[in-house]
């Protein structure tokens, strides 16, 4: 999509949290983005196929995990997959270091992932966006069980110390 040809709206609740690097500073209030959902692959294809490609859902679909396939073979041989303006993967490991060059064997190696570099096409994508200040996710499920019970006019305004804990996602 071009910049600023039409905002896609993103919803975020507040929620009050700690500084992690200096837990005893006053907590501060920070933005919980919400999700809409979660896309997957065959979602994705269909998404192409409909938006117009020449091709099926299920040609799509097959080239999207031909390229999920492919791209974790090749980080199994060691290579890193650029995808263009998708990013790239590149592999990596985790390990427990030794005290010496003798002590270290493959046993070391406790992890082997990949590791995602976005491209620059995902950069700064504010100019794309307005946002939109929506209940807490608890908040929300308040006002769906009172409005189970009947009770009308449930009020969904955050309470100072309402909010997400952890990362930025409130999730659904």
């Known amino acids: 999509m071009a910049q600023n040809e039409s905002y896609q709206t993103v919803k975020y609740s507040l929620g009050l949290r700690p500084n992690p690097m200096h837990e005893d500073d006053p907590k501060k209030v920070y933005a919980n983005l919400q999700l809409n959902g979660i896309v997957s692959l065959p979602q994705l294809a269909k998404h192409i196929k409909d ?15 031909a390229i999920v396939d492919h791209t974790r073979e090749f980080l199994t041989q060691g290579f890193k997959v650029d995808l263009g303006d998708l990013g790239s993967f590149q592999p990596s490991f985790k390990q427990k270091g030794a005290v010496d060059f003798d002590n270290f064997t493959t046993a070391n190696i406790t992890d082997y992932r990949a590791v995602y570099s ?5 950069d700064n994508m504010l100019s794309d966006v307005q946002f939109e200040r929506v209940a807490t996710r608890k908040a929300q499920q308040a006002i ?19 909010g997400g804990e952890g990362g930025g996602n ?3």
């Open 170 to 172: 409130d999730e659904p």
């Open 51 to 65: 938006h117009g490609s020449p091709y099926g859902r299920d040609v799509v679909l097959g080239v999207l995990t």
């Open 118 to 122: 976005m491209s620059t096409a995902f």
């Open 144 to 162: 769906i069980e009172a409005e189970t019970k009947g009770e009308t006019n449930a009020d969904w305004t955050p309470k100072p110390d309402e």
